[in-house]
């Protein structure tokens, strides 16, 4: 099992491995009668009842709350079901929450722990490899309103992430890739040297070798925790995980969510760097290598929308401070800047040859 520290004002581990229930249980405190998981009904049923019952063992109260995983987990209605829920279960302000699911679970999970009595303890057992790598750790929740992506949320810390690799033997090959483009990303911020591996020995047919999934998944979680302390409210250095994302999350809204997150980063890494290389910006070739490894790990690099339909949604984005818009713009692997952008030039910013 690995671990990785995460230096917030309240640190946390994130612990990696095979079979992880028993360590999890185990720091579950004694203070706690009660405990809900939150589970996305796709993930395989035999483990979330295996976390129950060794709770129970421990002489918790357990309630287990499915839902369907996807977009849909995210709305206020969702949010208002669960509420209701936990509140009937009269959860007190010392048990606990277990987010058991993808990203969308996580985001959900995160906010219902962060508001439910202004705050309960929160457990994150992601299941897919996106949450693995990125959703379950940092303190960022969201609720989608309509086709607003992620404008209703807090900055809440679980007390431990345990990223069971178990859970992600069941991924399908098209929700894995979607992890392996904000693992991508994560190389391409921050570890030129895990985008070498994986343009070496690519992810997505290497899944099944377990010590090489575990030393990806590290890698990301350790580059992710560090950036995370360094600016756990996300007011400047932070920004930079945000690379793909303003375009990616233009490409959800404007497809509805049927383009899921996963893959409108990777168009998205594949836009701000084809923009980058134009205004000189980028060396030359990074696209070129950005493709063929997206490729490589079954993403679709091509948008079919186009920049200046995507401008419409960018100039409503939610990390506008000010007129401006932090855009964090790659330079080549291993390494981004922020640039800033008045949101009345962002059209052009984004469309001039
Ligand atoms: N808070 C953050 O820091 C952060 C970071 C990145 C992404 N996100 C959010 O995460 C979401 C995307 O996450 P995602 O790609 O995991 O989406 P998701 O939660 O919708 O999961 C993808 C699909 O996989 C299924 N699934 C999950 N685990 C499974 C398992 N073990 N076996 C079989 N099926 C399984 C789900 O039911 C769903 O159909 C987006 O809403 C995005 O905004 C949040």
New binding site residues.
């Given amino acids: 099992m690995r671990k990785v520290r995460v230096g917030t004002a309240a640190p946390y581990d994130v612990l990696i491995g095979e079979n992880l229930t028993p360590e999890t249980v185990s720091r579950i405190t004694d203070n706690c009668k009660k405990v809900i998981l939150l589970w996305?009904e796709?993930?395989?049923s035999g483990y979330v009842a295996e976390i129950g019952n060794a709770l129970e063992k421990e002489g918790k109260e357990v309630m287990a709350v499915s839902l369907?995983?996807?977009?849909g987990?995210?709305t206020i209605e969702s949010y208002a079901r669960i509420m209701k829920i936990i509140s009937e279960f009269n959860l007190t302000r010392s048990d606990v929450i277990f987010g058991i699911?993808?990203?969308?679970?996580?985001?959900l999970a995160?906010f219902v722990a962060s508001t439910y009595k202004r705050g309960v303890e929160l457990v994150q057992l992601p299941?897919?490899l996106?949450?693995a790598c990125?959703?379950s750790v940092?303190g960022?929740?969201?609720l989608n309103m309509g086709e607003e992506?992620?404008v209703i949320g807090t900055f809440y810390q679980p007390s431990l992430v345990a990223i069971d690799t178990r859970?992600?033997d069941?991924?399908?090959d098209e929700?894995f890739s979607?992890?392996c483009a904000?693992i991508i990303k994560m190389g391409y911020i921050g570890d030129a040297e895990m985008i070498e591996m994986l343009e070496k020995k690519p992810l997505l047919k290497n899944r099944k070798d377990s010590e090489y999934l575990i030393e990806i998944i590290t890698r990301c979680i350790r580059l992710k925790a560090a950036i995370v302390a360094s600016d756990e409210r996300d007011n400047g250095p932070r920004n930079i995980l945000n690379l793909g994302h303003t375009l990616g999350h233009a490409i959800e809204a404007e497809s509805n969510y049927k383009i899921?997150?996963?893959r409108a980063v990777a168009m998205g890494l594949v836009l701000i760097t084809g923009i980058s290389e134009k205004k000189g910006i980028a060396e030359t070739g990074t696209l070129a290598r950005l493709i063929k490894i997206l490729t490589d790990h079954g993403l679709e690099w091509r948008c079919p929308y186009n920049l200046h339909v995507l401008a419409g949604h960018v100039e409503r984005d939610k990390k506008v401070r000010g007129g401006t818009l932090p855009v964090i713009v790659p330079e080549r692997f291993g390494s981004c800047v922020l640039m800033k952008v008045k949101v009345s030039e962002i059209r052009k910013w984004l469309t001039e040859e």
């Fill in positions: 996305d796709a993930v395989f369907e995983g996807g977009e987990a995210k699911g993808g990203g969308t679970v996580m985001d995160g299941t897919s996106l949450a990125d959703a940092g960022k929740n969201a992506k992620n859970f992600l069941a991924l399908n929700v979607e992890g904000e899921h997150h996963g």
